[in-house]
DNA sequence: TCTGGGGTCCTAGGACCC
DNA sequence: TCTGGGGTCCTAGGACCC
């Protein structure tokens, strides 16, 4: 049996951790420049405040509804991460960390457990010590262990937050409830596709041809396929090594010059180096683009993105960020208000094993120099030490103006009670 | 005026090899 | 008029996830 423990409304729940005032309200949680919602409290979702709804456009209901919001606290958010899977990691010695606020637990030799109060007491423990609320399903396979976490999920009060498909009755009526646009992995292309030839359900979609579900939606679809009828077809995954590393921004103005663009190419490729380097990996591959705002059809439209092969592996933030402003260079145009621009790196080897080139520039003196970088910045907190070519007097801002305290992960910020 | 940021996997097709 | 058969590797683009 698969477990897929899943945190209800996790952003706007961190934030309520620490401003209990706030449950029974809404909350919404906006993206990075304030930009778009990204996390509602199911009071917010009743509002029928949608996923993704531009910030400017709900501002009027937010006010008329008291809707608390508040600007994306990543620091925060990832550190009660942290909190919460570490707690979950001794339910099952098989774990897989899906995404910041979902994992997934193989319960394998669990045949004498009761799996009902097993996940009764994670939901209650996980509250307890970190104040996150959290679903629980449990299935034979792992998608239908992300079904029974929204039968969870939706019906709390009857379910306890912990619902189990262990048998084909279960299975059969979860399906039946589910609409085909729901299942994990079938998203908006695939369900209108689905939709449009009368398959409405995930049961439907079990009842279709094998060959008809691998010629319309590939593999990945019939893997999917069997899974739901359950045959468990997906297995945890255990890569922990990433494969391509992005630090991509949209400026809350628009830049028109190359100095401010190659400001930020310089940190978003340091930063990118920053990443490789605490996975131990190199790149040999980069690639920088830039764009104009494509919602604004009155000013003229540019958009481009160029893609270096490097002579050598690296993960030098000096290496990296020279690289990729040769890149910009390339790339920049005189004339238009650029919004947004990013450095992507791929195709990693790892950093201890390099295959040596005969031709190699590399400059080995820059290893102990990222070394010393990383470990002050780790004691003197982020980006004490900067590249000259990034921001160093700090004129870049993103717009946040509803951030909540870094309680969890700054010293200044932690909470005070009164008795 | 204001519209996020990070990932994964798969496939088709082109370029190339013998 | 007729023009082989087998590979590999790479990339762009599409679909999906949170």
Redesign the pocket.
């Known amino acids: 049996m698969f477990a897929l423990i899943d945190c209800n409304n996790f952003y706007a729940s961190c934030e309520r951790v620490f401003r209990p005032d706030l449950n029974g309200k809404p909350v919404v949680v906006l ?3 304030d ?2 919602v ?1 996390a509602r409290s199911n009071e917010a979702k009743a509002l029928g405040i949608p996923m ?1 709804a ?1 910030a ?1 456009e709900y501002e009027k209901l937010f006010r008329q509804h008291g809707v608390q919001v508040f600007s994306a606290n990543f620091a925060l958010y990832g550190d009660m991460s942290n909190r919460v899977m570490t707690i979950l990691s001794d339910y099952s010695p098989e774990m897989e960390i ?5 994992c997934f637990l193989k319960l394998k030799g669990f045949d004498f457990f009761n799996l009902q109060s097993h996940g009764e007491e994670m939901r209650y423990k996980v509250t307890k010590w970190t104040g996150i609320p959290i679903s629980v399903g449990i299935a034979p396979t792992k998608a239908l262990a992300k079904v029974a976490n929204r039968i969870a999920k939706k019906y709390p009060t009857e379910t306890k937050g912990v619902y189990i498909i262990d048998s084909e009755e279960k299975r059969i009526k979860a399906l039946k409830w589910l609409k085909v646009e729901d ?9 209108k596709r689905l939709n449009a030839i009368g398959v409405k359900t995930a049961f439907d979609f079990t009842q279709l041809d094998d060959e008809f579900v691998k010629k319309q939606m ?3 679809g019939l893997r999917l396929k069997h899974d739901l009828q359950g045959i468990p077809t997906l297995d945890l995954e255990e ?1 922990q090594i ?9 400026f809350e103005t ?1 830049y028109t010059e190359y100095e401010q663009l190659a400001e930020r190419i310089s940190t978003f490729a340091s930063s990118c180096a920053e ?1 490789l380097r605490k996975q131990n990996s190199c790149c040999n591959s980069l690639m920088v683009f830039i764009h104009t ?1 494509g ?2 059809k009155d000013l003229p439209q540019y958009s481009r993105n160029i ?1 270096i092969k490097l002579s050598f592996p690296t993960n030098s933030s000096i290496e990296l960020t020279k690289f990729a402003t040769q890149a910009l260079k390339r790339i920049f145009k005189q004339g238009y208000a650029y ?2 621009a ?1 450095v ?1 790196v791929q195709d990693f080897s790892q950093a201890d094993s390099l295959q040596q080139k005969l031709f190699e520039n590399r400059d080995e003196r820059h290893i102990p120099l990222m070394q010393s970088i990383d470990k002050m910045n780790f004691l003197f907190g982020q980006q004490k030490i900067r590249l000259a070519s990034q921001d160093t007097k700090r004129v870049w801002k993103m717009k946040q103006q509803k951030l909540s305290p870094r309680y969890t992960t700054n010293l200044n910020d932690i909470i005070t009670i009164n008795l």
């Not at 990433?242 to 949209?250: F, L, Q």
């Open positions: 993206s990075n420049n930009g778009c990204i993704g531009p400017f899906y995404s910041i606020d979902e299942v994990w992995g079938i998203g908006r292309q695939h369900s590939a593999i990945v890569t990433k494969k391509n590393i992005a630090t991509t921004r949209s628009n990443k705002n919602h604004r893609v919004k947004k990013g992507i």
